[in-house]
């Protein structure tokens, strides 16, 4: 019986967590199924919180259109169904900020800046 990959939370890692990794590493979105609606995010780092993997994203669009405003969210990575890598690319949002307290010790992995 094979064990199953643990990350720093001491869980299992989800399968979603390499197609971020790419995501982050290549600079393009990914889509996914969020809250029952479809979003195009811009991942900028994945980290641990509670025993729990999270993704800061630019949201680009949600079911089709643009956010009000700029901002990061947050979104729990178990959360994203149906994840995958679009051919759209980004650049880091200078509403970034990698230096935060609470990704201290947690980050998994952020995109350069």
Known sequence: MEAE???RAGGAVPDTVPIVFEAIVKQQAIAATYNRGSV??????????HGEIYLDA???DRDGQPPKEPKIGAFKLAGLSG????PRR???SELF???????EGVTLLA???
């Open 111 to 113: 995109v350069e800046i």
């Open 83 to 86: 994840l995958r890598i679009t």
């Open 97 to 103: 900020t990698p230096g935060d307290a609470k990704y």
């Open 40 to 49: 195009t995010l811009a991942p900028h780092i994945v980290y641990t919180k």
């Open 5 to 7: 990959p643990v990350g």
């Open 90 to 92: 980004f650049q880091p």
């Open 58 to 60: 630019m949201t680009i």
